[in-house]
């Protein structure tokens, strides 16, 4: 079942409001590199007791940042990348967003580069 | 049940029947979905397949599960490389004057290309949708 607290036009910034606590982008993070992780695997991972990180998964299930998935008795968390598509829908015009993604590929292939000179 | 890999949802102002026509019936898809159609009768064990505007087949499959307009589970693979067959579920719940839809894209093969194609694709598909049903007007989701 999902939260009723996305539903209604606030479900904007109950986004922006998941999303402004550096803890809550951790957790975005870990399902990011590994989707689909149980409250315990989350745990694992991150320097929160695991009441925190409940009652952030809580938040970011409400912003439905976080989808669930049931298996068998198993809970297992996804990240739903859809409200945040959401919100670069509103301000990124059509014709920007090629030359956005090209820009940012830039800066991630100059970045990388620099951090593996430095590793040699 | 193997865990699946992708896992989408959003809440749309819209009635389960409008959203599931929304997916199944070409002259909607065509609003929101690049121009793109999804071909079916949507009966269980039929065949379905993904059309770009030149009637190409981008994806096609076989209709597995056909509950409307609650649930829809079809078979997925692109024409050209059948072997990497990966699995969609929609599904679709009314939540008070709101209609949840779930996407869940699992059983992708090991070393699927598939699922890094359609991680980019969903999102922008899904919020399409939710644009053309409450506004009349889908967005544009390639970035030619």
Redesign the interface.
């Known amino acids: 079942m ?1 939260p ?1 607290g ?2 209604l036009s606030d ?1 904007m910034n109950a986004v922006f409001k998941a999303l402004a606590d550096e803890s809550r982008r951790k957790l975005l993070d870990q399902l990011h590199k590994s ?2 992780q149980t409250l315990g695997e989350l745990c694992e991972h991150l320097d929160m007791t695991r009441q925190a990180v409940t009652k952030h998964l809580l938040l970011l299930e409400a912003a ?1 940042l976080v ?1 669930i ?1 049931w ?2 008795r198993e809970k ?1 968390h ?1 990240l ?7 919100i670069s ?1 509103r301000w990124i015009g ?1 014709y920007e ?2 030359r956005l ?1 090209a820009l940012g590929d830039l800066k991630k292939g100059l970045e990388e580069n620099k951090t593996n000179k430095k590793e040699k | ?1 193997q ?9 749309i102002r819209t009635t389960p029947k409008k959203l599931w026509a929304a997916i199944t019936k070409p002259e909607f898809t065509r609003q929101y979905w690049g121009e793109m159609t999804n071909v079916s009768d949507w009966k269980r064990g039929s065949k379905w397949e993904h059309h770009n505007p030149e009637n190409e087949v981008w994806i096609t499959g076989k209709v597995l599960e056909s509950t409307p307009p609650k649930r829809l589970v079809l078979s997925w693979a692109d024409p050209d490389d059948l072997a990497d067959k990966s699995r969609v579920a929609f599904e679709i ?1 009314a ?2 004057d ?1 209609t ?1 839809l ?1 996407v ?1 894209h699992g059983s992708f093969k090991a070393g699927s290309k598939m699922a890094g194609k359609v991680s980019r694709g ?3 598909v ?2 399409s949708m ?2 053309f049903l409450e506004t009349g007007k889908g ?2 989701i390639f ?2």
């Open positions: 999902q009723f996305c539903v479900a989707n689909g439905n989808a998935v298996r068998g297992l996804y739903n990348p859809v409200p945040i598509h959401e829908e059509k967003r090629h993604q | 049940m865990k699946p890999k992708l896992v989408y949802t959003t809440f719940e939540i008070e709101m949840c779930t869940t969903w999102p922008r899904l919020s939710k644009t967005l544009n970035c030619k």
